[in-house]
């Protein structure tokens, strides 16, 4: 693989079900994030990791959950999905600080 | 609170020039950056300015004044394959992003 990758590309998914979206990258980067991207809002930040072993919380992180247990993926968890959580959700890395991100293909998620 | 404001859309001809602005009120800066996202397709990266002054990239140009909390991507010789929404984000105190909800930009022949 190159660069960063998510599965599923999209999902439909009942409310009150358990999620795990998937995030990979091969770039050796050391900061990955989880982005939620809704119409007519800009990308809000959910959680972030700037290192392996280490998550924080982002804008809106209420609701998700995450791991980084190596440098390549970042798995993103809705423990118990609501109508509210659809949105378009991106993965992202970078070598941190004020360097670029780079962004997976995203997974385009509804919650009935 | 972070503010970032953009434009919700715009209409350019095709081989003009568009100029795009951005305001931000942010809790610290380390950076203005630019993104292209393509309907339906992830963002990527256009540009990112910390000093007050112009950066030129081919096509594009973004600038920058810190003291107005303002910034511009402007695009010349405008090309179909333009035609995307443009985010504009400040990197803030914490190095995390703040984003503007992008500006839609309609190419028309």
């Known amino acids: 693989i190159a660069g960063i990758t998510q599965a599923p590309t999209s999902q439909i998914l009942a409310a009150g079900r358990r999620m795990t979206l998937r995030c990979t990258q091969d770039m050796r980067h050391n900061a990955m994030y989880w982005y939620r991207q809704d119409l007519g809002l800009g990308l809000r930040l959910i959680h972030y990791s700037n290192t392996a072993g280490t998550t924080g919380k982002g804008e809106v992180p209420d609701g998700y959950s995450v791991s980084r247990a190596n440098t390549d993926d970042f798995p993103l968890t809705l423990a118990s999905a609501v109508p509210s959580q659809t949105s378009v959700y991106f993965c992202a890395s970078s070598d941190g600080g004020a360097n670029e991100q780079f962004f997976g293909p995203g997974t385009r998620l509804t919650v009935l | 609170g972070q503010n970032i404001d953009q434009p919700t859309e715009m209409t350019a001809t095709e081989g003009a020039i568009v100029q795009i602005n951005c305001t931000y009120q942010?809790?610290?800066?380390?950076?203005l950056f630019w993104y292209q996202q393509h309907a339906g397709e992830a963002p990527t990266f256009l540009s990112y300015?910390?000093l007050d002054g112009l950066e030129e990239k081919g096509r594009f140009s973004s600038f920058l004044s810190r003291s107005k909390g303002y910034s511009y991507l402007l695009l010349k010789e405008l090309q179909m394959k333009d035609s995307a929404s443009y985010l504009c984000a400040v990197m803030d105190s914490n190095y995390q992003l703040i984003w503007g909800a992008g500006t839609k930009l309609i190419i028309k022949p």
């Open positions: 300015n910390v």
């Open positions: 942010t809790s610290g800066f380390n950076g």
